[in-house]
């Protein structure tokens, strides 16, 4: 029901939750005496003519009434009230349709103001009729979820309603059936646990019981049936009512919740199904006022009697109180009444419980991030969007108590001091906040009392150190461009000074817009408002060519508009603005299609171009574009789902059907429709070029603006006249020079359209692939990221403005827009199967415009994954495409780092492997450009030159040696280049071919004594030995001995272990190799227990036992008294010595222990020389003489060694 003319204070103080009704003074003349007597009752005093009174200060829908009628009802009221007799008239059809008027829009206290005498028949239709008599309004108090717009019962046929219980009929005739109970399952949101639902099912099940209306105050009881867990429960039910609204309900199940419970639902939908069933009785005061003074002694008795334990101390109290002449009871005139309505000072509103909401807002403010508060947030706000939408004065209402929480939130302070942007998802939610706010301020049909209140609290919020700002930063950091800038030439330097803008500015500015302009008064009026010829009022056009209205208004600006008129119920209105703004953004495309056309020839020789909206559609706070497209298909929806908003979650509705309704314009294009127009305006928006903002949340939510369009897009199913609007709009997106973001030209930090351009690409190929892949190679470029791009032209004759230069500007979000550049690119190369020519193009794009290695790589992955499908042939076209990016990623990373690389190596090789022979052997020549030597030796040749390869290719003779020998050409240049680490792997390359493996033995040889390691010495000796070179692995050995330096202390050296090997080796191969390597072991090696463990190995078997041919062996052991082993074991005494003084200089008592097995295996050493006991002996006293001070060490030398 429409409150906008009642004028309810939005703002007002809370009621406490459950409170009862609204109460007014009701005052009656004393009767003279009888039972039964109706008297005349004098109108309440200082009552006025109220908004809409007839001539005689009567309510229109009283004031005129044929006298017959008044006849009727004034010998109906003789009646009593009881059922109507046979000879009793009948209130006449023309008084129940009035009385309906009157019970919508009138205080019951204004109509006994006006009149000194109601016939109790009036009053009853009055009473009557003043219930709520929709079912959608119970269901959007009582549901989070939105009420269906069709889902009310069928209304009744034309005539009155059946009366109530105890109330004679208004009319002659059968009374017309209620509303069918199959009707409520429709009306219902889905959902078994929400009250709405619960109540129809308590109220089908028989539930509602003892319902009794008196006056304006509906009780009942309610029984909940038994479960596993709970008893049967009744619970007592009371609602008040004024003027079609519930404004107040109790119930004793104590339900604390912002909605209405399932027994306040259940018998709320009896009085409005069954209202036959209903008993119904003025107000109390009425049935008083017939009673004398004996009646109305009896009648106080019997209610104190029958509920003494609770009245009978406020009875008592009250009978004292009016015994007392001076009492302040005794003062006033009349009584309260609670079931005789609201007074005329009283606002009429439903009943909302304002503490619930704050407690539940602040609630899901304090659970933080967690998906399910957020999502109830949402559903709060969808709420405010559809009280507003049924004009319902609770919207604004409930809107400023969930702002008061939000603004008492005391993350805001944290995120404040601590310099962070504030989370996401509750960015999201401040957003919407701002755009609820900016629909509430341009109710087309609110009072100025009520914007000046809006406009104080919105003020007071804004300036607010806490109140979060417009473009989700705390911090002032850069200038932001899309806020800074006017769109007027006449702006000064200093304007780039932001000011400070929060999320409730727009909605502040709003305030400051009025619907009184004419012109604006006919667009959203009439369907038929043209002219057929221009007209001019000062320099703004009123009209186009066709004669069709035009709205000239910053189109944010005008887009609020519109969704204000949607939101607060207006949805033919919000259609006719929509068009004319469209016909609006048509003809300026057209005059920028012209100026660019003068100026093409220039911007193409420069190569650049400045920003032509410094405030992007996309991505707005104020949503302008998804408002457009969301108007227009409302009109065209045949479902709810399409009917809700973009922010709100709708993943369990069903997927909207739109079908095309024709424009409701006498001129406007006949082949056009509302469909059609949605889709253009989308395309219109989101091809505008625009400069990116600044701050990463901005961006981002450009990103997600961006998505969310082409979501809604993608649903539109595209049938040859959204197809005709699509190819047209593309082709003059296309020509849009620097007005389209697909122009021919853009500014270096204008948005990118790749995502725009895949929804393009995906929808015209089907139609027209020539125009599809146009765009989408258009679409392809990223100049942000072009070192060699211009900045753009400051000097440009439109009042342009460009962005300050720089090479890397803060673009937070540019990973996900590479990665949309490489979608489009992958849809493309996906489309492009097969061919040639158009296959070409976009790899010369992709070449040129993707600056990712890791994004071409997944490009030329994802091209390989559609050449080879696993049921039929390869294509080799994309084969070849893949192997190009593949290439281009090698180039790219080959002299940086990434960790990624031995992967890209890998699959590059695959990747050439699968195209053929030639492409191996192409990359094997061309290995230096490509990768470093080792990836070349290592993966590459190696890779090639497998078995599984020869197996895969099935390879010839001739081409298996064209490989090797490419191979192991490969494996010599890289032995060349890089001998430390690509030796051994040459050598294993070149082992079936003589000569390139002396080259490669060579190569290590010459290189053995600059830049290679002893570690990979003795691994390419091992290697020789392994392949049966001893004499070239013992030389190798010996290289590496030269480089290799092992100190006393050692002893767990990795290289202890090739040491003891090549001393082996040098062993088995004769008295000379060993004689050979000695000298190179005591010099490198200071270690005494390895010298000792390699003189007990020589000692224990005959040195040339390996065999080699041409060589006589003695077979004798060799001894430690003569060379070559005399001066191993002069070394090894010689280490042990000093060992020994080396850790005793800092030896602890824990240490003792081990080393006196240290000297114990130090003896075993020295008694290899023939004087070896008289050496140790010396040696011991000498211990025994310097370290005496460590007497607990030499007593245990002594009781060892002696």
Known sequence: MAEGGEGEELLRPPLPAGAPGPKR????????????????????????????????GAPPALAGCCPAAAAGTAGAAGDGGGGGGAGGRRPSRCWTRRAKRVAGSWAFERVEGRFQRIPEPVQRRIVYWSFPRSERQICMYSSFQPAPPRGDPPPPPPGPRPAPAGEESPAAGPPPPSAPAAAAPAAAPQGEGLPFRRGIRLLETG????????????????????????????????????????????????????????????????????????????????????????????????????????????????????????????????????????????????????EQVREQVKLFLSQGGYYGSGKQLNSMFAKVREMLRMRDSNGARMLTLITEQFMADPRLSLWRQQGTGITEKCRQLWDELGALWVCVVLNPHCKLEEKSCWLRQLRKWGEMDVCPLEDGNYGNELPNITNALTQSSSHSQDSLARPRRTVFTRAIEGCDLHWQDSHLQRIISSDFYVSHSYQREGESLLFNSQGQPLWLEHVPTACARVDALRSHGYPREALRLTVAIINTLRLQQQRQLEIYKHQKKELLQRGATTITNLEGWVGHPLNPIGCLFLTLTEACSSNLAASLPLLLDAGDSKPPVYQHVPIATGSQDSGESYLSLALEVALMGMGQQRVMPEGLYAQDKVCRNEEQIIARLQDLELDPVLVQTLRKQCILLLEGGPFSGLGEVIHRESVPMHTFAKYLFSALLPHDADLAYKLALRAMRLPVLETTAPSGDVTHPHHLVSVVPSRYPRWFTLGHLESQQCELASTMLTAAKGDMLRLRTVLEAIQKNIHSSSLIFKLAQDAFKIATPADSNSDTTLLNVALELGLQVMRMTLSTLNWRRREMVRWLVTCATEVGVRALVSILQSWYSLFTPTEATSIVAATVMSHNTILRLSLDYPQREELASCARTLALQCAMKDPQNCALSALTLCEK??????????????????????????????????????????????????????AYNQDTHPAINDVL??????????????????????????????????????????????????????GKLMSTDKAPLRQLLDATISAYINTTHSRLTHISPRHYGEFIEFLSKARETFLLAQDGHIQFAQFIDNLKQIYKGKKKLMLLVRERFG
């Not at 009701?26 to 109108?43: D, E, F, I, K, N």
């Not at 003519?49 to 007839?54: D, I, N, R, T």
């Not at 010459?1006 to 030995?1025: H, K, P, V």
């Open 1061 to 1114: 090997w090549a001393c082996a080796l040098s062993h088995s191969l004769g008295k000379n190799e060993l004689a050979a390597i000695i000298p190179l072991v005591v010099k490198s090696v200071h270690c005494a227990t390895v010298l000792s463990d390699i003189l007990r190995r020589c000692t224990m078997t005959a040195p040339g036992l390996a065999g080699i041919p041409g060589r006589r062996n003695s």
């Open 25 to 56: 003074l009701c005052s009656r003349a004393c009767p003279a005496g009888g039972t039964g007597a109706v008297h005349p009752r004098p109108g309440a005093a200082g009552a006025g003519a109220g908004p809409g009174a007839g001539a005689s």
């Open 993 to 1046: 071919d003589h000569i390139a493996f002396e080259t490669a033995y060579q190569i290590v040889i010459d290189a053995a004594s600059t830049g290679m390691t002893y570690t990979q010495l003795f691994t390419i000796a091992r290697y020789m030995e392994h392949r049966g070179y001893p004499l070239r692995a013992f030389k190798l050995a010996s290289l590496a001995m030269t480089h290799l330096n092992l």
């Open 207 to 354: 539930a509602v019981d003892n319902v009794l209306q008196v006056g304006f105050h509906l009780s009942g009881t309610v029984t909940e049936p038994a479960t596993a867990t709970e008893p049967e429960m009744t619970y007592k039910v009371a609602i008040s009512f004024d003027r079609c609204k519930i404004t107040s309900v109790t119930c004793g199940c104590g339900n604390k919740d912002i909605f209405y419970c399932a027994h306040v639902v259940a018998l709320s939908l009896y009085r409005i199904r069954k209202p036959d069933q209903v008993k119904l009785r003025l107000p109390i005061s009425e049935t008083l006022f017939q009673m004398n003074r004996d009646q109305l002694q009896k009648f106080v008795q019997y209610l104190i009697t029958a509920h003494h334990t609770e009245v009978l101390p406020t009875a008592q109290k009250l009978a004292d109180e009016i015994l007392s002449s001076n009492s302040e009871i005794n003062q006033v005139h009349g009584a309260p009444d609670p079931t005789a309505g609201a007074s005329i000072d009283d606002e009429n509103c439903w009943h909302l419980d304002e």
